[in-house]
């Protein structure tokens, strides 16, 4: 008889007989494995956090004590402890529930999260407003190794070392980060100091050497570092936490027996524990980065399912990015813990010392650049649209204020699907567009992202080249890289009763949209506008002549984007002109397959024509 099926919520679950947990731990991933064979989502690191989400459930009064994921890519056990198994079978469909931890979905999700290196922040200050509301209930961290690469993390550590109120973090250490030590001897010496008499002696030592002059405080010192020797924290030590750890993560007993005895430990905690990406399903422990974030798969090879033989744009990027390094030395490049998610793992294979990796840092990322620019090199910043919008200040600050030629190569912009919210990049036109000096190019397809590459390096110029997640228009693909003109769009099809100006890979459902309103008896022009800034104002002037009728599509909100830049123009020309924008509306874009949503936001062809022609009436 299945466990899992019999846990509604954690209630159930600290019912059961502890002997059962390994039994369910299986269940678990086995519904894991098979819900994101079907759905695709983050699998390897869910898979790795099994044992460490359902002992905080077990232990913990959840929802009263609350936990903080980072990220929340680890978090699929966590959603079918809470109630949400029927709903897992849909998880990441449009209309089914998110694949991160929601706020609105459950009370045991505590805090929506989707980015990086967030959780201690919010678990300080969730701590903080528990001390001042006088409530009992704990808080605990969940923090993925790789979150520990960001500057956030550590400048939350800091101030909950200052602050000293009761904080569990729980360092989960997959491998491939920080600690592989994980043997008897660790073991026993995490059991050891985790205990209450341990902590309580060393306590009563501590309190007993400070009451002397500068000797005791010193004696204390140096005791606290001859402890920290023995073990990999010395650094949370330093910050003002009691490490433990590490320990096996994927051990249920262990982790259980560890959390009784830390959760009555005063001021900040980290727990270190270790776990296997992708445990229990082979071809994940063996790929572990593949199986981070997979589509459909077959469960039994681990093969992958319904993969397009078009070329993605981030396979264009990448290769016209090495076409371009072969012939400049100059050029390096820079991501953010994003290597295959960029295609910048090609580059780094061919050319490791003009590449870096400078882990979930993005303003770092950024700052680097500046330097790099401002000593005469060439780099280009690979990131996700979305995870840009953490390095705000340093594109306007470092690099846009002191015009340095440094390129962004802004992947997943517009909406990447199943993702949902927190990773859809639809806000960098409009948040970028406002920053002087700055150039923004959108490609229609993969071969004209090629030319804007090489575009963006001739520039000399701050530029940013965003384009969108997936495979390509299956278009031609030229030899080489060629410069296009900065600020130029290129008219595709002339017409008299309207005209589009499409934006980035807009442009060629525009183009469908055109044909279809033709079969309606409305003749529509296209402008492949390649430029959000600086914007081809001489297009939009010849596309008056033909008509007043003008319609902007992109894959942006419509607040700030590219539509907005075409009525500010018209505007302060004191043209005359009828205007329709599409794009996103003032709203939260939810998850969904991309085609699903483009058809819902009057984004594909068939919709377009729709808009237009019933505008037009």
Same mark, same amino acid.
């Given at each position: 008889?299945?466990?899992?099926?019999?846990?509604?919520?954690?209630?159930?679950?600290?019912?059961?007989?502890?002997?059962?947990?390994?039994?369910?731990?299986?269940?678990?991933?086995?519904?894991?494995?098979?819900?994101?064979?079907?759905?695709?989502?983050?699998?390897?690191?869910?898979?790795?956090?099994?044992?460490?989400?359902?002992?905080?459930?077990?232990?913990?009064?959840?929802?009263?004590?609350?936990?903080?994921?980072?990220?929340?890519?680890?978090?699929?056990?966590?959603?079918?402890?809470?109630?949400?198994?029927?709903?897992?079978?849909?998880?990441?469909?449009?209309?089914?529930?998110?694949?991160?931890?929601?706020?609105?979905?459950?009370?045991?999700?505590?805090?929506?999260?989707?980015?990086?290196?967030?959780?201690?922040?919010?678990?300080?200050?969730?701590?903080?407003?528990?001390?001042?509301?006088?409530?009992?209930?704990?808080?605990?961290?969940?923090?993925?190794?790789?979150?520990?690469?960001?500057?956030?993390?550590?400048?939350?550590?800091?101030?909950?070392?200052?602050?000293?109120?009761?904080?569990?973090?729980?360092?989960?250490?997959?491998?491939?980060?920080?600690?592989?030590?994980?043997?008897?001897?660790?073991?026993?010496?995490?059991?050891?100091?985790?205990?209450?008499?341990?902590?309580? =002696?060393?306590? #009563? +030592?501590?309190?007993? !050497?400070?009451?002397? $002059? @500068?000797?005791? /405080?010193?004696?204390?010192?140096?005791?606290?570092?001859?402890?920290?020797?023995?073990?990999?924290?010395?650094?949370?030590?330093?910050?003002?936490?009691?490490?433990?750890?590490?320990?096996?993560?994927?051990?249920?007993?262990?982790?259980?027996?560890?959390?009784?005895?830390?959760?009555?430990?005063?001021?900040?905690?980290?727990?270190?524990?270790?776990?296997?990406?992708?445990?229990?399903?082979?071809?994940?422990?063996?790929?572990?980065?593949?199986?981070?974030?997979?589509?459909?798969?077959?469960?039994?090879?681990?093969?992958?399912?319904?993969?397009?033989?078009?070329?993605?744009?981030?396979? =264009?990027?990448? #290769? +016209?990015?090495?076409? !371009?390094?072969?012939? $400049? @030395?100059?050029? /390096?490049?820079?991501?953010?813990?994003?290597?295959?998610?960029?295609?910048?793992?090609?580059?780094?294979?061919?050319?490791?010392?003009?590449?870096?990796?400078?882990?979930?840092?993005?303003?770092?990322?950024?700052?680097?650049?500046?330097?790099?620019?401002?000593?005469?090199?060439?780099?280009?910043?690979?990131?996700?649209?979305?995870?840009?919008?953490?390095?705000?200040?340093?594109?306007?600050?470092?690099?846009?204020?002191?015009?340095?030629?440094?390129?962004?190569?802004?992947?997943?912009?517009?909406?990447?699907?199943?993702?949902?919210?927190?990773?859809?990049?639809?806000?960098?036109?409009?948040?970028?567009?406002?920053?002087?000096?700055? !150039?923004?190019?959108?490609?229609?397809?993969? /071969?004209?992202?090629?030319?804007?590459?090489?575009?963006?390096?001739?520039?000399?110029?701050?530029?940013?080249?965003?384009?969108?997640?997936?495979?390509?228009?299956?278009?031609?693909?030229?030899?080489?890289?060629?410069?296009?003109?900065?600020?130029?769009?290129?008219?595709?099809?002339?017409?008299?009763?309207?005209?589009?100006?499409?934006?980035?890979?807009?442009?060629?459902?525009?183009?469908?949209?055109?044909?279809?309103?033709?079969?309606?008896?409305?003749?529509?022009?296209?402008?492949?506008?390649?430029?959000?800034?600086?914007?081809?104002?001489?297009?939009?002037?010849?596309?008056?002549?033909?008509?007043?009728?003008?319609?902007?599509?992109?894959?942006?909100?419509?607040?700030?984007?590219?539509?907005?830049?075409?009525?500010?123009?018209?505007?302060?020309?004191?043209?005359?002109?009828?205007?329709?924008?599409?794009?996103?509306?003032?709203?939260?874009?939810?998850?969904?397959?991309?085609?699903?949503?483009?058809?819902?936001?009057?984004?594909?062809?068939?919709?377009?024509?729709?808009?237009?022609?019933?505008?037009?009436?």
């Amino acid at each position: 008889m299945k466990v899992l099926p019999s846990i509604k919520s954690p209630r159930d679950l600290r019912l059961i007989k502890r002997e059962l947990l390994p039994t369910l731990c299986e269940e678990l991933r086995e519904q894991i494995i098979q819900t994101a064979s079907h759905n695709g989502g983050h699998l390897g690191s869910s898979l790795g956090a099994v044992e460490i989400i359902t002992a905080l459930h077990y232990v913990f009064n959840t929802p009263d004590d609350k936990i903080v994921f980072d990220t929340g890519h680890q978090a699929y056990a966590h959603k079918l402890l809470t109630g949400r198994q029927k709903e897992f079978t849909k998880v990441r469909t449009k209309g089914g529930i998110s694949g991160f931890p929601k706020r609105y979905e459950s009370e045991f999700d505590t805090f929506g999260v989707g980015h990086a290196s967030t959780a201690i922040s919010a678990a300080l200050g969730m701590a903080i407003a528990r001390d001042q509301q006088h409530s009992q209930d704990r808080v605990i961290a969940v923090v993925g190794d790789g979150c520990m690469t960001g500057g956030m993390a550590y400048e939350a550590m800091q101030n909950a070392g200052l602050l000293r109120t009761d904080l569990l973090v729980i360092l989960n250490d997959n491998q491939m980060f920080i600690s592989q030590r994980v043997g008897a001897l660790g073991k026993a010496l995490t059991k050891l100091l985790t205990t209450k008499y341990v902590q309580l =002696a060393e306590e #009563k +030592a501590t309190n007993f !050497l400070q009451r002397f $002059d @500068e000797l005791g /405080n010193n004696a204390a010192k140096l005791a606290k570092r001859a402890r920290s020797i023995l073990f990999p924290g010395t650094l949370f030590e330093e910050m003002g936490f009691r490490y433990f750890g590490p320990v096996n993560g994927n051990d249920i007993d262990a982790m259980i027996d560890v959390l009784e005895n830390v959760k009555n430990v005063k001021g900040p905690v980290i727990l270190h524990v270790v776990t296997k990406k992708g445990k229990g399903y082979k071809p994940a422990e063996d790929s572990p980065t593949k199986f981070h974030g997979v589509g459909l798969f077959d469960v039994e090879t681990g093969d992958s399912l319904g993969k397009s033989d078009r070329i993605s744009f981030t396979q =264009a990027f990448s #290769k +016209a990015l090495l076409k !371009l390094a072969d012939k $400049d @030395e100059k050029i /390096n490049a820079i991501t953010a813990a994003m290597p295959e998610g960029t295609g910048l793992d090609a580059f780094r294979d061919k050319y490791p010392a003009r590449y870096f990796d400078v882990g979930i840092a993005e303003e770092h990322a950024a700052t680097f650049a500046a330097g790099l620019a401002a000593n005469g090199l060439k780099p280009v910043v690979a990131l996700y649209s979305t995870f840009a919008q953490r390095c705000f200040d340093q594109i306007l600050h470092d690099i846009a204020l002191q015009n340095l030629p440094v390129v962004f190569a802004l992947d997943r912009a517009g909406i990447v699907g199943e993702d949902g919210p927190t990773h859809h990049g639809v806000f960098d036109i409009s948040f970028l567009r406002e920053i002087p000096q700055l !150039l923004i190019a959108a490609p229609a397809d993969e /071969n004209e992202l090629q030319h804007l590459l090489k575009t963006a390096f001739d520039a000399k110029a701050p530029f940013v080249l965003r384009y969108p997640r997936g495979a390509g228009f299956n278009v031609p693909m030229d030899d080489k890289p060629k410069a296009l003109p900065v600020g130029k769009g290129i008219w595709l099809k002339k017409g008299k009763d309207v005209t589009i100006l499409a934006i980035g890979n807009r442009v060629h459902p525009a183009e469908k949209a055109a044909e279809l309103l033709a079969e309606k008896g409305i003749k529509a022009g296209v402008v492949n506008m390649r430029f959000v800034k600086p914007l081809d104002t001489n297009a939009i002037d010849e596309a008056l002549k033909n008509s007043q009728y003008i319609v902007t599509v992109e894959d942006n909100v419509l607040a700030g984007g590219f539509g907005s830049s075409v009525a500010e123009y018209l505007v302060d020309k004191q043209a005359k002109f009828h205007l329709l924008r599409l794009g996103y509306p003032d709203e939260f874009v939810e998850h969904g397959k991309s085609a699903l949503l483009y058809a819902q936001y009057d984004l594909d062809a068939q919709h377009q024509a729709d808009k237009i022609s019933n505008w037009m009436k």
